[in-house]
């Protein structure tokens, strides 16, 4: 799910347990502030500390996954989605917001140019991954995407993308 907390309060109404993946809890204080925020939600939180192209959960056994400016940050985008494609049942959703390359060859050259220094300032994101492909790739099918901006972002990182892709199986 990200950082972010706040995005998981609207999900939380519609669900009944919520897994929420970190990389890294332990010695990382904005994980375990998060950890603190998470064990007072009314609904039931298991904090899962694994990376995302490892994740420690049974096959099929999950309706929908959510990833919001994670793909992005993983070392291996692909084997992550393959890992989200596991823990999936056929036809669960994958929701994603996710910094993307741009479609605008100006900005995207920014991307690469910028792209090491980002990493080290944003907390690894790469933002100059063309992550809609990789999530075909992966064998989803994409259902609805909306390419966007993220607000208050210079330039180079705003592409994004908003979406929600199927595990079909064919």
Same mark, same amino acid.
């Not at 939380?12 to 990389?23: G, M, S």
């Not at 994958?94 to 995207?108: C, N, Q, T």
């Given at each position: 799910?990200?950082? #972010?907390?706040?995005? @998981? ?27 603190? %925020? ?9 904090? =899962?500390? @694994? ?11 999950? #309706?929908?996954? =959510? !990833? $919001?400016?994670?793909?992005? $940050?993983?070392?291996?985008?692909? *084997? ?12 669960? *959703? ?5 910094? =993307?390359? !741009? #479609?605008?060859?100006?900005?995207? *050259? ?5 792209? %090491? ?7 690894? &994101?790469? &933002?100059?991954? !063309?992550?809609? #492909? ?6 989803? $099918? ?15 990182? *705003?592409?994004?993308?908003?979406? &929600? ?6």
């Amino acid at each position: 799910l990200g950082d #972010d907390p706040e995005v @998981a309060r609207w999900f939380l109404l519609q669900i009944a347990r919520l897994y929420w993946i970190e990389r890294q809890v332990r010695g990382d204080e904005p994980a375990r502030r998060l950890a603190r %925020r998470l064990r007072e939600y009314s609904h039931p939180v298991e904090l =899962v500390e @694994a990376p995302a192209e490892r994740l420690p959960l049974p096959d099929g056994q999950f #309706d929908t996954a =959510v !990833s $919001t400016l994670v793909l992005c $940050t993983v070392a291996d985008p692909l *084997r992550a989605l393959h890992e989200i494609w596991r823990v999936l049942k056929p036809g669960g *959703r994958l929701l994603f917001i996710e910094h =993307v390359r !741009s #479609d605008h060859p100006g900005v995207a *050259r920014w991307q690469d140019r910028l792209n %090491r220094i980002n990493r080290v300032v944003a907390h690894g &994101c790469n &933002c100059n991954r !063309s992550t809609l #492909d990789t999530i075909r790739q992966a064998g989803f $099918t994409v259902a609805r995407v909306e390419h966007t901006d993220l607000p208050k972002a210079p330039p180079f990182l *705003r592409p994004l993308i908003v979406g &929600c892709a199927t595990k079909t199986i064919t």
